[in-house]
């Protein structure tokens, strides 16, 4: 498994659930994010800014890209036939281009492609999702904890990619 934007708010529960069900995991980001990566059970680690994951010849059966920096297309290139890539859009144009072109060019691929669809407090995800943090297989990462007032702050790191795991705003 390939996760693209490893290391934010969302990716470390991406790669802790995937190692819990025993996913080898790729996981990619920039350098400074490469050793809390490996922290949180990436079996490897790819720099972004020194390596373009979709052009070196391996292939993922499941490719998650919760940076989506890329057009599915270089993705595409990555997957493994009857791979499946899946988009955690940040961007309304990335959302749709996979979900209105995503499917046929990834039929004419052999690849199944998709974004995230979530459902909200669905039993049996609970119940699992319970079971891995009371066991410690998932931990949350809190990056940093922002009083309120500096809000703000939190917004521009986020934006800026610094985050490793959540940021919190407490009043």
């Known amino acids: 498994m390939l996760v693209n934007g490893a290391g934010g708010?969302?990716?470390?529960?991406?790669?802790?659930?995937?190692?819990?069900?025993?996913?080898?995991v790729t996981a990619v980001d920039h350098g400074g994010k490469l050793a809390f990566l490996r922290e949180l059970g990436a079996d490897e680690t790819?720099?972004?800014t020194h390596q373009?994951?979709?052009?070196?010849?391996?292939?993922?059966?499941v490719v998650v890209d919760i940076a989506d920096t890329r057009p599915f297309l270089a993705f595409r290139r990555c997957l493994a036939p009857g791979g499946r890539y899946?988009?955690?859009?940040?961007?309304?144009?990335?959302?749709?281009?996979?979900?209105?072109l995503g499917p046929p060019v990834g039929a004419l691929a052999g690849v199944r492609t998709g974004t995230f669809a979530w459902?909200?407090?669905?039993?049996?995800?609970?119940?699992?999702?319970?079971?891995?943090?009371a066991s410690g297989a998932v931990r949350p990462r809190v990056d940093r904890t922002y009083p309120l007032a500096e809000a703000p702050d939190a917004f521009r790191a986020l934006a800026a990619g610094t985050p490793r795991g959540k940021l919190l705003i407490v009043p």
């Open 52 to 61: 373009d994951v979709t052009r070196g010849g391996r292939r993922f059966d």
């Open 119 to 133: 459902r909200p407090n669905q039993r049996a995800d609970l119940d699992e999702l319970a079971g891995l943090l």
């Open 9 to 24: 708010c969302v990716g470390p529960f991406v790669v802790q659930l995937a190692k819990a069900r025993g996913a080898v």
């Open 86 to 100: 899946v988009l955690v859009a940040r961007r309304l144009g990335s959302f749709l281009g996979t979900a209105l």
């Open 46 to 48: 790819v720099d972004h």
